[in-house]
């Protein structure tokens, strides 16, 4: 989860770091720090709290001249966020050596007790110094650093990306890369290594991302990989498709601000060059599933986490309404420990903005392992979901930062609708004509969504006004049930305050009881020109919790007439097809839970306790 960045060149090193920190601060912010190598050595600067703090140390303790350096913003796992335990740790009784980490080593106890036995000092309570001590040891017997680090890394269970500079060989950056990102940016007389291409988007869009169990020997003029093993390994070049303005504020209050507004072109982009005017839809990243592949489908699961599984949750409608294969929707980490049923004929579809999440990606090597396809719906080029999946369906959302994901979500339902009407054609299970309509009222869903975003003052001020709320319920059917789910994950992540997401038709089984006087609920309605006639039932349920006491708000179609009688607050969203309403309906919940977090002085963009890339499990 941590965010690391390296760079040998000849720029002024602090600034490339704490510049790639900056951008890459999303990924964990309880503390931060960097190491340098300068005419007189190791220098290293590390503070507990935002970057800010590490900046203001910087600022009162300047560091000379560098041409190479390694940067990391960590989120805490072993050890408390400190200025002991903030990386980088340095390794040796000399402490010649610098090391950043992200990740987890699971076998630590045991090497750190090794470590003890011999009469090692340890400065800090993290997993991650015993891999600084365990390479500086060995490098101290025989001098040759490469060597040392590739027999420790050799040794180390879990997942991890580590960075090593050493004193004594001042033009080179080490790194090793397992079940943890790593991705290498590539320069004119520099080079760079990140987390993701956000570390260094600013320098240079060339990039390589780096396989599992690979040891990358970066220098000015040169990048050398290398398996574990010591093979020689070929990697192949990427573009970087959106530069650094896409990862800045670009004047905005903050990163979720921006993001919410830049949801248009994020449905735009997603949509574009696959649906053409007439409504057909071609994907041809599915090159990697034949037309064979896809008619033997006899299952579909969705695996992902977080708002990424409720966008799963969304394209299980028109996946299976429109292609007629089953699809399931699992937590990838209560699907992978559970023994799940997967054959050659299943397909995995893998939902994940940062193509990261170490519990989907666990998800999709298991079901690998079983035989199944897998297909990734994914928001970063070179991510090792996509590198590890049989296609890619990318969302072209662009950079998400602020931890609350906002525009890769609508990007996600829009790629899972793509999905859903492509297999229906492959497969001839719905007419074509049926299709077009769907793939043409996908086109209108740009517009509309700037529609709904012109219009959020109403939200925003709903949610000034409920500050003080102890809790918010959220009531949904069909689409509209994953709209509630998401939107009470907003508010939990933002506010901090309890909320729920309830499927409308359960709520006399059970959580009608929470409803009290004054309590807010949030019913997202369904369209009144639903084939279902499920208008009519949230309508009773609204008026069987406004009967109790609820205070509803109900987010609804242009045209309701009904629903205003029931409500003290509507929020209209513009018609489109029953199917596509989640897309605008989450909108003013993302605005709702914005605000509320505003009105109580929280960052929004860096909410207490998480991190935007969950790499560990
Ligand atoms: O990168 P991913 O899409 O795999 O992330 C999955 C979840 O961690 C993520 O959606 C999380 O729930 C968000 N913070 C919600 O806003």
């Known amino acids: 989860m941590c965010g690391i960045v390296g760079y040998v060149g000849p720029k002024s090193t602090v600034d490339v770091l704490l510049g790639g920190l900056r951008r890459l601060e999303y990924r964990g912010y309880d503390s931060a720090g960097v190491s340098v190598i300068t005419e007189s050595g190791l220098e290293t600067r590390k503070k507990a709290g935002k970057l800010d703090n590490l900046v203001a140390e910087i600022d009162s303790h300047l560091l000379a001249e560098s041409h190479i350096g390694i940067g990391h913003t960590r989120w805490a796992t072993h050890g408390a966020p400190t200025d002991g335990n903030a990386h980088p740790h340095l390794g040796g009784s000399r402490s010649k050596l610098s090391l950043i980490h992200n990740g987890i080593i699971e076998n630590f106890s045991e090497l750190k007790a090794e470590l003890l036995a011999v009469g090692t000092q340890f400065a800090s309570d993290t997993d991650s110094e015993v891999a600084a001590h365990l390479i500086a040891r060995e490098y101290d017997e025989h001098g040759d650093l490469l060597k040392s680090f590739r027999n420790v ?157 409720y966008a799963g949750d969304i394209a299980k409608y028109g996946i299976e309404k429109w292609s007629r294969i089953p699809v399931q929707v699992e937590l990838s980490h209560e699907f992978r420990y559970r023994n799940p049923i997967v054959t050659k004929n299943t397909l995995i579809v893998a939902i994940s903005q940062s193509g990261e999440t170490m519990d989907t990606l666990m998800a999709t090597r298991y079901a690998r392992d079983l035989g199944a396809k897998v297909l990734a719906i994914c928001n970063t080029q070179g991510a090792t979901l996509a590198r590890e999946s049989d296609a890619t369906i990318y969302t072209h959302a662009g950079p998400e930062v602020a931890v609350a994901s906002t525009k890769a979500f609508v990007a996600q339902i829009t790629a899972g609708y793509l999905l859903g009407l492509y297999l229906a054609e492959v497969r001839q299970s719905t007419p074509i004509g049926e299709l077009q309509r769907m793939g043409r009222e996908l086109l209108r869903l740009p517009a509309l969504v700037s529609d709904v975003i012109d219009s959020l003052i109403q939200p925003k001020e709903l949610g000034m006004e409920l500050s003080d709320a102890k809790s918010v319920l959220f009531l949904g059917r069909n689409v509209g049930f994953p709209v509630a789910m998401e939107g009470a994950l907003k508010l939990k992540e933002l506010a901090y305050i309890h909320a729920e997401g309830f499927a409308a038709g359960e709520l006399k089984h059970g959580p009608i009881a929470l409803i009290e006087e004054g309590q807010p609920v949030i019913v997202i309605v369904p369209s009144m020109r639903d084939d279902e006639s499920l208008h009519p039932k949230v309508i009773s349920n609204i008026q069987e919790i406004r009967a109790r006491g609820a205070k509803v708000i109900a987010i609804a179609e242009e045209g309701d007439t009904e629903v205003s009688q029931w409500s003290e607050h509507v929020i209209f969203v513009p018609q489109t097809e029953p199917l596509f309403a989640s897309i605008l309906t989450v909108i003013p919940l993302q605005a709702f839970a914005m605000a509320l977090a505003e009105a109580k002085g929280l960052d929004v963009d860096q909410p207490r306790n998480l991190a935007k890339s969950v790499t560990v499990e």
Request: proline share 3%.
């Open 153 to 309: 890394v050799n040794r180390l269970h879990g997942a991890f990306t580590i960075l090593v500079i050493h004193e004594d060989q001042p033009d080179m950056v080490l790194a090793a890369r397992r079940n943890a990102p790593l991705v290498i940016g590539l320069g004119h007389g520099e080079n760079f290594l990140g987390s993701d291409v956000a570390a260094f988007v600013e320098h240079t869009k060339r990039a390589i991302s780096v396989g599992q169990d690979e040891i990358v020997i970066l220098r000015a003029d040169s990048v050398e990989i290398i398996g574990f093993d010591g093979s020689t390994v070929t990697s192949e070049e990427f573009t970087v498709d959106w530069d650094a303005t896409a990862a800045s504020k670009g004047g905005w209050p903050s990163f979720m601000a921006k993001e919410i507004a830049d949801q248009p072109q994020a449905v735009a982009d997603t949509l574009m060059g696959r649906v053409d005017s007439e409504g057909r839809v071609s994907i041809p990243e599915m090159h990697g599933l034949s037309a064979e592949d896809i008619k033997n489908i006899d299952r579909i699961i969705i695996v992902a986490c977080g708002t990424a599984s």
